[in-house]
């Protein structure tokens, strides 16, 4: 049995939280599950048992900063598992830690590895309370308690770039002049703020508008999905499907129901 639950941020916290969900489930023998980059960092809480990273063969931390990852991972599980995720916007890491946002691109950061004091007693109160709402009241207070709201000019115009990789563009010389920045101050100030660098990020976000698109329309042609996605052609998006997912496409519809965390 699986319990999934999605909990809307409040007011003050939206433009840097997308949501936080909840995730309940059992299995009585080892079973495997494999995540693909979405373009979003998060930090999640483990109040059950821990997951196996399989290529790692390490277990995942109890309470753990997620960078942007760059591709699939596989994951192993037994027993009880209980997770609470905090699905950070974009920018929205940057409003809450005070250091570059890249220096852990692909990287699982601890209050440990952080030093940070305040993060590690959220991790004790988390670990050991089993009410959720109650947890979600307490990230919720940690999270006001530390927004640092970003740099009103800044956050502008990564955000209006961020806008337009959503809807398709890909072009560094493009949204660097939609930004007012000369090329090389765009690449530094965005990966800064979003944790990757540009062409990273609009790569991710291509991807997961491909699954995106999957998901409303299953029967869509390969060479259409390509079309639409902005892929140069549809070896190009075979190649960036692989490289995310370890499947192509529609090895990817054989295994599971596309989903974007992205878009949806």
């Known amino acids: 049995m699986e319990e999934f639950v999605i909990v809307q941020p409040s007011p003050l916290l939206a433009p840097y939280i997308k949501n936080y969900w909840l995730l309940k489930t059992a299995s009585d023998s080892p079973t495997l599950e494999r995540t693909v980059p979405i373009g979003m960092m998060s930090l999640i809480f483990h109040r059950g048992n821990l997951l196996l990273s399989v290529h790692d063969k390490e277990l995942q931390p109890r309470v753990f900063l997620c960078g942007h990852e760059k591709t699939f991972a596989d994951l192993e599980y037994t027993g009880q598992i209980n997770m609470i995720s905090v699905v950070f916007r974009p920018v929205g890491v940057k409003a809450f830690f005070d250091f570059p946002i890249n220096r852990i691109n692909n990287l699982r950061v601890t209050a440990g590895d952080l030093e940070d004091?305040?993060?590690?007693?959220?991790?004790?109160?988390?670990t050991s309370t089993e009410d959720d709402w109650l947890c979600i009241f307490l990230i919720e207070q940690f999270l006001l308690k530390r927004l640092n709201p970003l740099a009103e000019y800044n956050l502008k115009r990564i955000a209006a770039t961020i806008r337009l990789i959503s809807s398709g563009q890909t072009d560094v010389t493009l949204l660097a002049d939609t930004a007012c920045l000369s090329t090389k101050q765009f690449q530094r100030i965005f990966s800064e703020y979003v944790g990757s660098n540009p062409?990273?990020?609009?790569?991710?976000?291509?991807?997961?508008?491909?699954?995106?698109?999957l998901e409303i329309c299953p029967q869509i042609s390969l060479t259409t999905l390509a079309y639409e996605c902005g892929y140069f052609d549809q070896s190009h998006m075979i190649k960036d499907f692989k490289a995310f997912s370890g499947y192509t496409p529609s090895e990817y519809l054989d295994v599971c129901p596309p989903h974007s965390d992205y878009f949806s």
């Open 199 to 213: 062409k990273e990020f609009s790569r991710t976000i291509r991807f997961q508008r491909a699954l995106h698109r």
């Open 117 to 126: 004091k305040e993060l590690a007693e959220l991790e004790q109160s988390i």
